[in-house]
């Protein structure tokens, strides 16, 4: 079992920033693919951002590519969210994703994801 626990929403106006954080317990975190993903109510959830377990490599969403940054800390047991220039249309609920294996074509699937944290509220004023 992992678990998974994010920090860091809030409200922020419109130019804004914020940093998510999702600290990880349980079995070996570094064996994980991390990712980000977000919902709004009555909406499907939506990919965000993944990184690989070494942090070699990270993917985006196009609607969020140059404004976020997804990283990590195996030592701290912590992958985080930088996010920038928010805009309203990024509020929603965030939720961090553990997966222990996914292919390059599935890492936007929710179905490749073992572990969910309880997700995050991100609000931005406009």
């Known amino acids: 079992q992992v678990q998974l626990v994010e920090s860091g929403g809030g409200l922020v106006q419109a130019g804004g920033s914020l940093r998510l954080s999702c600290a990880a317990s349980g079995r070996t975190f570094s064996s994980y693919n991390m990712a980000w993903f977000r919902q709004a109510p009555g909406r499907e959830r939506e990919f965000v951002a993944t990184?690989?377990?070494?942090?070699?490599?990270?993917s985006y969403a196009d609607s969020v590519k140059g404004r976020f940054t997804i990283s990590r800390d195996n030592v701290k047991n912590t992958v985080y969210l930088q996010m920038n220039s928010l805009k309203p249309e990024d509020a929603d609920q965030y939720y961090c994703?553990?997966?222990?294996?996914?292919?390059?074509?599935?890492?936007?699937?929710?179905?490749?994801?073992?572990?969910w944290g309880q997700g995050t509220q991100v609000t931005v004023s406009s």
């Open positions: 990184i690989s377990k070494s942090s070699s490599t990270t």
């Open positions: 994703a553990a997966s222990a294996f996914y292919a390059i074509s599935t890492y936007m699937e929710t179905a490749m994801y073992d572990y």
